[in-house]
């Protein structure tokens, strides 16, 4: 659907740059909170490691959102985009010093603990500044996700979360400390998932631990199971707004909350991927034995996916109306993995074209990298243009 690209306000841009249709985020967010407000004590903290556009951040807060941080660095940015710090979940499985530190200094609701080295770290920098830090433990349920083998993280091989066998144990040496509040449980199994049946899996394991913990009289307050919400990258058009209301109902109809419980979700991906778009200019149509080259000057130091995870991104010529043409579409890279998709059908393209990689929001801007000397590329949003 090109109309949906100012191309006019494109022409003067320096290509490539990352486009933020702002109508179709903020639809996205009424979308999701339509669905949150259906289901009382249910809290969506933005995942920051998706996209930290500024622009994009505050448009994100102003909806209510919280937000889900995984480095100081993330800490600093949301509050620069405004998120009350009441709002901030802090995750991660290697937290620095002055990371907790910021953590603490802020007081933020809430550490994801993912070892017990780290709680002792958190306990002991709390006592220092003699404050206490609330913690959530960060459970390993060793639940598979549908997805790509690099994206799935609830399993008991990876390197995230604690693994379950040690989960009594930990919650008791918590108690035990004077600078730690244990405060709720946090899961997270994968990301890109469609299939909301892995969500039901997670659903029954923590259905599973909350009654053994209950056993035990432990009384859990918060629940986090994390996002991992997909979306569809074939159809950016057609359905361009994620399916929030299953996966919202999901837990709303599986999940055994308590009555005093609240719970957290911590979506990224279905937030803001559908609303960027990065936008490349044809360089050279080289002509090979058996194919067409696109050669554009986006690269995958502009957006990694298709490298990294092999992702699929729709692309689409917005300048041209020639009859379709099939194209393998390449970056400047000097790696031979610098591809963004092979023999896909484009209008026909030509040197100047200007081609869009759709569903792009997020893993694009915030994961590019300068190899090979390259600037970052740039984020406009449809508000400033």
Not at 81 to 90: L, M
Not at 153 to 162: C, D, P, Q, R, S
Not at 355 to 370: D, F, N, P, T, V
Request: aromatic share 10%; with cysteine.
């Amino acid at each position: 659907m090109k109309g949906i690209f100012p191309v006019d306000k494109f022409a003067d841009l320096r290509t490539p740059f990352y486009y933020y249709d702002m109508d179709l985020l903020r639809q996205t967010l009424q979308a999701i909170n339509a669905e949150t407000g259906q289901h009382e004590g249910f809290h969506v903290h933005y995942a920051i490691k998706a996209n930290a556009n500024l622009k994009v951040l505050r448009c994100i807060k102003q909806a209510g959102l919280g937000a889900d941080c995984v480095s100081g660095g993330e800490i600093e940015a949301c509050i620069k985009a405004g998120f009350p710090a009441s709002k901030i979940v802090y995750a991660g499985v290697g937290k620095s010093d002055w990371e907790i530190n910021l953590g603490l200094d802020n007081g933020i609701f809430c550490f994801n603990v993912e070892s017990v080295p780290e709680l002792e770290v958190i306990n002991s920098l709390a006592a220092a500044k003699g404050v206490t830090a609330r913690v959530a433990f960060r459970l390993n349920p060793n639940v598979g996700a549908h997805t790509h083998a690099n994206i799935t993280t609830g399993l008991a091989e990876n390197k995230f979360g604690i693994a379950m066998r040690d989960m009594e144990s930990i919650i008791e040496r918590a108690m035990q400390m004077e600078h730690v509040k244990f405060v709720g449980l946090h899961f997270h199994i994968g990301s890109q998932i469609l299939d909301m049946g892995d969500f039901q899996a997670l659903c029954n394991r923590i259905n599973d631990l909350q009654d053994q913990l209950e056993r035990h009289h432990v009384r859990i307050e918060h629940i986090n199971v994390g996002g991992g919400l997909g979306i569809d990258y074939q159809h950016p058009n057609r359905v361009p707004i994620a399916d929030f209301k299953a996966y919202f109902d999901t837990y709303a109809t599986k999940l055994k909350l308590r009555p005093w419980q609240t719970l957290h979700f911590e979506l990224g991906r279905a937030v803001v991927a559908p609303c960027g778009s990065l936008i490349t200019r044809t360089l050279y149509i080289k002509e090979g034995a058996t194919k067409k080259f696109a050669i554009v000057d986006a690269g995958f130091t502009d957006l990694i996916r298709p490298a990294l995870y092999q992702a699929y991104h729709k692309i689409e010529n917005i300048t041209s109306n020639e009859p379709m043409e099939a194209y393998d579409v390449v970056g400047p890279i000097c790696e031979s993995t610098d591809v963004f998709a092979k023999q896909i059908d484009l209008n026909g393209t030509h040197r100047g074209d200007l081609l869009a990689i759709r569903s792009a929001g997020a893993y694009g801007e915030i994961m590019a990298s300068q190899y090979n000397c390259r600037p970052l590329p740039v984020g406009y949003t449809s508000d400033e243009l």
